[in-house]
């Protein structure tokens, strides 16, 4: 498994599959996040992905659910997030897919793109919202405002 930098794992999802498809964060400027300062936000190569995926299919047919791990991949294109879907319904065909998402990120994609991803598989966001404060959202320089917490 190809791993660059830290892996956020929440407790309670210890015993799914982590497959790393971008490194950092588009953003990387909240004041109370350091997890990804050092690391320019990239994509990881499909290529590196699908040998992963290879990998973890030797262990196992169930990971639980699989977490398209970095800083915030929903900043990938919307192809690149349907590519990589098909890709992980290739291994693990019934394994339901999870990742991270700034509220940005969300903007960005139409309503037709969320249902497209979401029939690929994507249907479990973490969404970093963090407050609904916009004195606390500049605080923590968050990048947006509640106003735009909303219109997603």
Known sequence: MHYNGPIIRPHTEANDL???????????????C????GYP????????????????????DDPG??????????????????????????????????????????NRKTVEEMRYLRDLGWDDLVIGIESGDDDVLRHVNKGYTAADILEG
């Open 65 to 106: 659910r699989i977490w398209a791990s970095g800083g915030n991949p929903y900043a990938m294109s919307t192809e690149r997030l349907a590519e990589l879907g098909r890709l992980f319904k290739k291994y693990f065909p019934n394994t339901p897919l999870a990742t991270y998402a700034r509220v940005d990120d969300l």
């Open 18 to 32: 982590f497959v790393e498809v971008t490194v950092g964060c588009t953003h990387n400027s909240c004041t109370f």
């Open 41 to 60: 936000f990239r994509m990881a190569p499909l290529e590196q992905v699908e040998a992963d995926l290879q990998e973890a299919r030797r262990y196992t």
């Open 34 to 37: 350091n997890f990804y300062h």
